[in-house]
């Protein structure tokens, strides 16, 4: 079993910054990938970008490239997404996601690749 808790979120102005927070226990060894999602209201959860645990380069969706970066801290066993130059499009829950399975990048976006969710930190960015 794996457990995950975000934290981090909270209310920005647009243009303003957060840095998430992915605390990872119990069986981490068994975590191939990670992932950060995010649901506004009224809309389907998306994923916003993902990371192999132990190394490569992060991949994110378009609309946030540029603007996020995902960075781990293994001693820590820690999942980090700092968002920079925040846009009220970018108000959403927030979850990081494990996956216990190796995925090929193409599949690193589907939610259902994901064996383990947090409960999510709410993001408010207000114009």
């Known amino acids: 079993q794996v457990q995950l808790v975000e934290s981090g979120g909270g209310s920005v102005q647009a243009g303003g910054s957060l840095r998430l927070s992915c605390a990872t226990s119990?069986?981490?060894?068994?975590?191939?990938?990670m992932g950060w999602f995010r649901q506004a209201p009224g809309k389907e959860r998306e994923g916003v970008g993902s990371?192999?645990?132990?190394?490569?380069?992060?991949d994110y969706v378009a609309s946030v490239k540029g603007r996020f970066t995902i960075s781990q801290d293994n001693a820590k066993n820690t999942l980090y997404l700092e968002m920079n130059s925040l846009k009220p499009e970018d108000t959403a829950m927030y979850y990081c996601?494990?996956?216990?399975?190796?995925?090929?990048?193409?599949?690193?976006?589907?939610?259902?690749?994901?064996?383990?969710w947090g409960q999510g930190t709410q993001v408010v960015v207000s114009s």
């Open positions: 996601a494990a996956a216990t399975r190796w995925l090929p990048l193409w599949r690193r976006s589907r939610q259902a690749e994901y064996n383990y």
């Open positions: 119990g069986y981490t060894a068994g975590i191939s990938c």
């Open positions: 990371i192999y645990i132990g190394g490569g380069s992060p």
